[in-house]
């Protein structure tokens, strides 16, 4: 075992690289991130805690800060969020490197399940591209070896809408329903120290999740299973279509993001095409094509005309952990709750069959060519995969110490990699760097900084209008933060 010290808000907090572990346990985690998009922002605080099969901690937990480097200008509205600022992130963090490697050897260990509160939207998005940037695997922490991942944000929304025994529900000031970790946490007694705070979001995470088994301990159980897409496929399949309840952020909070789905057809990448039994076909059945098509991204004059419908068909991805039931196990009560009957899905799968409305509706969910691609570097993860040749060059750069980065010549043949090399030798380890790749990083965060920093300046422009004493604090650290990098000129 290798140990490594550095020190975290005023303690040591101890690096152990163990064994992998084999046996089957769940690693909660929660991240905190300079913004919203994992191919820009970073990760700026990794936290999380093991526990076994039965919600036990096994060792200590992880708390790690992140060090930001000098091509990143943070969303002020995330560090108003967090409360952390880039010098802190620098004075007390390790690297991303560090945090990559660290994450390999130790967190996603094989048979780990890794769990979160909307972490498969989110925070594994944000993991996905940490290895990609830093040369492993962007994938294969997830499902290789026994892995799996596994989101406790639809399991709550679902429990509400069909098991609710056995929680206090919380709402929102206008009496509507809110499913926030820290507000389900306050509401059944859970303690949370502070809200957005990783760690602090991780613990609660783990009461909320014992909780739930110990109260619905079937209900658990069940949609533990839905972690493996053939268990999904059980319920929600296209080759033997059947309504099944469906419950997913995309749906109304009021109906408490639940509704029955009906398979139409297979997506891009294996995924289901679910129309939403809730609505009544006819009227979709009149549309024109070009209205339906439009109203699957619609815009904000779109959505005002008083004739507007939603889109009525969206996308299950069998291997994002989806929240879905049989249709038993919808009671009258349930029915109350989510505001739709059995019944009048029955009717509407009915009208659904008639004609050729699913064909228009599989037509409107073709996908569109019509994005722009990103140029940039960082953002051109789903690119493509990696071949064994690349593999084999991307463990040698994982490997290589800080002496020997500055001669490695690696032979890629994937044409983001000499770049993402660059990168990562600026990031990591600066001063490997020869003169000509200095002058290509600096080159590359100028144009960064400038591409950035008209929306930054916005947007710190609106936050200090109506911060408190204590917001002006950290905005003036950003700003110092923001004036350190900025190049001359």
Known sequence: MRLRKRPIWGVFLVIQYNKPMSQPSFFFYDLETTGTNPRRDRIMQFAGIRTDMNLQPIG????????????????PEAILITGLTPQQSVRE???EAELAKYLAAEVFAPGTIATGFNNVRFDDVFIRYLFYRNFYDPYEWAWAEGRSRWDLLDVVRMARALRPE???WPFDDEGRPVNKLEKIAAANGFEHTKAHDALSDVEALIAVTAHLRQVQPKFF???LALRSKHEVAKIADAKQPQPFVYTSGRYPKDQLHTTIGYPIGAGINNNLIVYDLRHDPEPYREMPFDKLA???FPSAELRAQPDFLPFPVKLLAPGNCPAVAP???????AEARVQLTKSTAARHL?????GDLITKLQEAMEPKNDFTPDTDVDGRLYDGFMGPGDKTSCATVRAAAASELGDLKPSFQDARLPELFLRYKARNFPDTLSESERGDWETYRTNRLQEDWPGFAESMERVGEQATPAQLDLLTDLTMWAQSILPAG
Do not use: Q
Not at 350 to 354: A, T, V
């Open 327 to 333: 249709l038993a196990t919808l009671t009258p009560e």
């Open 60 to 75: 200590k937990p992880v708390n790690l800060m992140v060090k930001l480097t000098d091509e990143v200008l943070p969303s």
């Open 294 to 296: 439009a109203s699957r």
């Open 166 to 168: 056995g929680f206090a």
């Open 350 to 354: 009915e009208e659904l069959l008639k």
């Open 93 to 95: 963090g390790i690297s």
């Open 221 to 223: 159980d069940y949609i």
